[in-house]
């Protein structure tokens, strides 16, 4: 079996059974899980992820985040369709994802939970 480059930033703020869940289906499929404590919402996504010319902010102090966040990186379309897949089949939803872009990789993930909060508002308003 190849290894895969696929690695998921997770943010939980409650933990619990949603955390268990999410991570039993990243753990099957193989997917490298980095657990993202509070204190690093200010942090770039690329430094995150470990990219390169991504430095550490020593002095990023921002507010906790309210809710999960998966943040994807190295995914095909066919992986995602079956993460998504896997995650409905275990009964856990997050509604706050991102496929990691040469746009969002510089900012924080603060910023990027901001934005999809507004298109996930958006969405709730229009659907």
């Known amino acids: 079996m190849s290894v ?3 690695t998921v930033l997770y943010f939980e703020p409650e933990g619990g059974a949603r955390a268990a869940g999410v991570k039993s289906v990243l753990v099957r499929m193989g997917v490298r899980i980095k657990n993202i404590a509070p204190e ?7 430094c995150l992820l470990g990219r390169r010319g991504f430095d550490r902010n020593e002095n990023a102090d921002v507010p906790a985040l309210a809710q999960p966040v998966l943040v994807l990186d190295g995914f095909t379309d066919k ?4 993460l998504l897949r896997e995650m409905k089949k275990a009964g856990v939803s ?20 901001q934005e999809l909060a507004a298109e996930h508002e958006a969405m709730r308003k229009n659907g």
């Not at 690093?40 to 690329?46: E, F, K, L, M, R």
């Open 79 to 82: 992986r995602l369709e079956i």
């Open 40 to 46: 690093d919402a200010g942090q770039t996504v690329g």
């Open 94 to 113: 997050i509604p706050y994802k991102a496929i990691v872009t040469e746009t969002n990789i510089g900012w924080t993930l603060e910023n990027l939970y």
């Open 4 to 6: 895969s480059r696929e």
